[in-house]
């Protein structure tokens, strides 16, 4: 069965301390993996795409990393605004083009000052 | 510029009514997406729109879901003789043509079923 799961669900970090958060999957043909944050009572916004292993992307505090099994969101030095629900989705390769995604059910990052 | 935007924000119904969300994509995508988070829960798909192709209902967790998009923006989400394990965030997404593009979410419509 194709699965997200992220690890751990919840987290809690001092300002400046610099942690990773972990996504796995099992999927038949990845033909991407997205990062998203989610605020409480928003919708999630979009962080990162990656397509292939060894693949790298950085975006201010914020770096996601991409192996054939598993996606890390690495967090440098965090700040309290960083406070969120981190979200990861794949997205299947398919017959077609239907392209919905398959998240897991998200890491709370909780960054107290 | 605009992005997603959903309305209502909040929704309260009697079990057993019939309810409608709506959606607006952001101007010019032709891809729209239907998903709902439950407490505790992932994103689950709903169901999928893409320009004027029949749209992908795989995730539909019963009949008593449907959608439609008319003129290939707005999109209708109705659940009818809603049920409690309704209660849900029902998130609209679109992208802009390929299914491999980023799909950007609006706020949700928050439903709650007594």
């Known amino acids: 069965e194709d699965q997200v799961t992220q690890s751990p669900e919840a987290l809690r970090l001092q300002e400046g301390e610099s942690s990773s958060l972990n996504c796995s999957y099992t999927v038949s043909g990845l033909r991407g993996l997205f990062w998203y944050r989610q605020d409480p009572g928003k919708g999630p916004e979009f962080l990162f795409t990656?397509?292939?292993a060894g693949e790298e992307k950085e975006k201010e505090r914020l770096k996601a990393t991409l192996t054939k099994k598993e996606s890390f969101l690495h967090i440098t030095a965090p700040k309290p605004e960083d406070s969120a629900t981190y979200l990861c989705a794949v997205q299947q390769i398919r017959g077609g083009s239907q392209g919905n995604l398959i998240f897991g059910k998200g890491t709370k990052l909780s960054v107290k000052p | 510029g605009a992005g997603v935007s959903q309305s209502p924000s909040n929704k309260v119904t009697e079990k057993g009514k019939d309810v409608e969300l709506r959606c607006d994509p952001i101007?010019?995508?032709?891809?729209l997406y239907w998903y709902r988070q439950s407490l505790g829960q992932g994103l689950e798909f709903l169901i999928y729109f893409q320009g004027n192709s029949a749209p992908d209902k795989s995730g539909l967790p019963s009949d008593r879901f449907s959608a439609e998009r008319t003129g290939g923006s707005v999109s209708t989400l109705t659940i009818q003789r809603t049920q409690q394990e309704d209660s849900a965030v029902y998130l609209c997404?679109?992208?802009?043509?390929?299914?491999?593009?980023?799909?950007?979410f609006g706020p949700g419509t928050r439903l709650t079923v007594l």
């Open positions: 101007s010019g995508h032709t891809a």
């Open positions: 997404a679109s992208s802009l043509a390929e299914a491999t593009d980023t799909q950007y």
């Open positions: 990656l397509y292939s």
